[in-house]
């Protein structure tokens, strides 16, 4: 008998490989590969998925990663992540400025009038979930109509380039506490060059949130929702759309617009608090940071959602739990939600997926060790046994 | 569109940061080392941690062994060495313990004693031995801090008023240089004294939670124990109290697998560090013909 442990590894490796390129192709004859245009636009909502998981807003190579992951979004997010380890930080933006963004969606479920307006956009909110079963057999012809229609029937003045914040309005009326200068003038956490060490500032928890797994983010949010918390959120305000990137220009230092990503913002609105809980990342003594006389009426309290890409179940979601973590941290948490180890340390999709993954991998020493316990324990359980038994 | 990658795989940065956070570990023996920790192209929990380590530290003509669960060959440490060989040209690798400059484990430290020269990486999945009572980071911070690990210490005790026996059988938590007391990775019980006061570097990554801490040469490394409960490795003994050898090698001081024979359904043991399995044999063969030729030579 030969040594049966782990061997011929590199050989299964390479058929492994193998295989899983060969199911990615097993199609009929006349099947086109995807190219990366096709699953940036008609898989355009796994794109931005993978975008936002992934971190690094690189459009081609995410649809690659996708190509590559057969459609795995935490596959697909984890190549896209594992790329950017090997690119240094080069720059580091302003704070920019999300009421210049170029709006294709902007809605608000705390007021029917907003200034500017409501937009729907593209959404499948209120879509009848029934199957569509023209697009089973679509003609490119049709396809390519679709576009032409569509745009043949918009005119540039349609919509315009900004819209104001709806935040705007309700901070005037006093209803939500003033901008935290001191807050803002920190330099923001870099998650991806300083471990989370608790505990952290907002900035990290909303830098974590903003790359986490979407249906993790989803499950911890949903938990609030359901009572394990008390966040009760309204919807102020959810924009999808294009916002200009700012860089100082190498050589005259002026601010110059390098490009634009496509980002979802969600601000949530929730039960009003007496001190204000954006107050708390300032310092934990009541009203400290703030001078105006507004300082001790209750207000609103906020919760802020962001990630690249279209994604808005998973800004709603991160808006949520941004105001049960500030809450959290000023009070202590009281469930989970409000436990920002807990959803910090859990929401990542990389490092869940790898652990649980892992777990496939050979255990054998470990195991061998846990059988060594047990049946230690089992003999001297036993030894016991039989003294008690003689000694009856 | 190409994607090339730096020797190391990691960007320059990244590599100083680990390297930096490697040194401070060696400083204080146990301590972990909080490190921002990069996503690499393998799953987190398949030794992302000890990777970096390897990647930041290895040099061009230095000779690395990886080994998963005491193997040259299972699929992960062959995974993980074509990796490195692929993003770090002009190192070699070995599968011998005694040739290597570098050594990758996870789940293992080898049978062979480490020498100064050497330096072992062992990935490591929960670096926190705290974790079992403490589930949170921050105060688990303060308890490493005071030295409290009272806590451990009575589920140590827990265990053997429950089991009359310590249930703990790898990872097994260790005191390092009187203070801190470390997850020595899930190496077995076996394993845990071969980290006191090793003439070798002995380096933990943990990836996922981003933390690295090390054994540094030379320095204390005591299992938890009590003065009535000594700490005990796994022991190898059958039936009639003889100590178990290795069906290949014959040899009776190694930490055995345990499998089925799936021709015969009997249980069978081999020896879990293959290189060591190995040597044995060859050593065992040239006995054996030094054996024949001493007798052609005496007949």
Not at chain 1, 41 to 51: A, D, E, F, G, Y
Not at chain 1, 72 to 96: K, N
Not at chain 2, 14 to 40: D, F, H, N, T
Not at chain 2, 107 to 115: M, S
Request: glycine letters at 8%; one cysteine or more; aromatic letters at 8%.
């Amino acid at each position: 008998m030969g040594y049966v442990a782990i061997k011929g590894g590199s050989q299964a490796i390479e058929g492994t490989k193998a295989v899983f390129d060969y199911l990615r192709t097993r199609q009929s004859n006349n099947a086109q590969p995807l190219d990366s245009d096709t699953i940036e636009h008609q898989l355009r909502l796994l794109h931005s998925r993978v975008i936002s998981e992934g971190g690094v807003y690189h459009p081609k190579l995410a649809s690659l990663a996708i190509k590559q992951a057969q459609g795995d979004t935490l596959e697909a997010a984890f190549i896209l992540r594992a790329y950017r380890s090997t690119q240094p930080r080069l720059a580091e933006t302003p704070i920019l400025d999300t009421s210049k963004m170029r709006i294709t969606r902007r809605i608000s479920s705390a007021f029917k009038d907003i200034p500017g307006g409501q937009m729907l956009g593209a959404t499948t909110d209120y879509h009848l979930r029934l199957m569509r079963m023209d697009l089973l057999d679509e003609s490119p012809e049709r396809f390519h109509a679709i576009t032409k229609n569509w745009l043949s029937e918009r005119t540039d003045t349609d919509i315009p380039d900004t819209f104001p914040k709806v935040l705007e309005g309700l901070r005037k009326e006093g209803l939500l506490p003033p901008i935290n200068k001191a807050e803002r003038s920190q330099q923001a956490f870099d998650i991806t060059r300083e471990p989370l060490i608790f505990p952290v500032p907002r900035s990290a928890a909303l830098a974590t949130m903003a790359r986490a797994e979407q249906g993790s983010l989803l499950a911890i949010a949903y938990s609030n929702m359901r009572g394990y918390g008390d966040v009760h959120p309204t919807v102020a305000e959810l924009r999808v759309g294009y916002l200009p990137v700012m860089l100082p220009h190498p050589i005259t230092g002026e601010l110059t617009e390098i490009g634009e990503v496509e980002i979802t913002e969600c601000e949530v609105v929730a039960a009003y608090d007496e001190q204000g809980c954006s107050s708390v990342a300032g310092g934990r003594k009541p009203g400290a940071t703030e001078g105006d006389g507004s300082k001790d009426k209750p207000t609103f309290t906020l919760g802020y959602g962001a990630c690249f890409g279209h994604n808005e179940v998973k800004a709603v979601s991160m808006a949520i739990l941004d105001r049960s973590l500030q809450k959290g941290m000023k009070d202590g948490p009281s469930n989970p939600s409000e436990d920002p180890e807990y959803v910090l340390l859990h929401v990542d999709g990389i490092d869940s997926m790898g652990f649980c993954t892992h777990y496939k991998m050979p255990h054998y020493v470990t195991f061998q060790s846990d059988m060594d316990r047990l049946r230690t324990t089992q003999q001297k359980q036993d030894q016991k046994q039989n003294q008690k038994e003689q000694t009856a | 569109m190409s994607a090339s990658y730096p020797f190391g795989f990691l960007d320059e940065y990244a590599k100083k940061e680990v390297r930096r956070s490697a040194l401070k570990a060696v400083a204080i023996p146990g301590y972990q080392v909080p490190y921002s920790s990069r996503e690499m192209p393998m799953g987190r929990g398949f030794g992302t941690g000890g990777l970096q380590l390897t990647l930041s530290l290895l040099g061009k003509g230095e000779t690395l062994k990886v080994i998963d669960q005491g193997s040259d060959d299972s699929v992960n440490a062959v995974n993980l060495r074509s990796f490195i060989e692929m993003t770090c040209e002009g190192i070699h690798t070995t599968t011998r313990t005694d040739e290597a400059d570098f050594i990758q484990s996870r789940h293992r430290i080898p049978e062979k004693p480490l020498r100064e020269d050497q330096l072992i990486v062992l990935q490591v999945p929960y670096p926190d031995p705290l974790v079992i009572v403490e589930p949170s980071e921050d105060k688990r911070k303060m308890l490493h801090g005071e030295g409290d690990y009272s806590r451990l210490l009575v589920k140590l005790y827990e265990d053997i008023v429950k089991f009359d026996e310590i249930t703990i059988s790898h990872r097994y938590p260790t005191r390092i240089n009187g203070h801190y007391v470390i997850d020595p990775s899930p190496i077995p019980r076996w394993d845990v004294p071969k980290l006191h006061q090793s003439p070798a570097l002995i380096l933990l990554g943990a990836g996922r939670e981003k933390k690295i801490y090390a054994v540094p040469p030379y320095t204390n490394a005591e299992p938890l124990a009590f003065d009535d409960v000594p700490f005990r490795t796994e022991d190898f003994i059958d039936k009639t109290g003889q100590r178990r050898a290795c069906n290949r090698c014959g040899c009776t001081s190694s930490f055995l697998d345990e499998f089925v024979d799936s021709n015969t359904g009997e249980k069978v043991y081999q020896c879990s560090d293959a290189d060591w399995c190995d040597e044995q044999r060859s050593t065992e063969k040239s006995e054996s013909i030094d054996l024949e030729e001493r007798e052609v030579a005496n007949g």
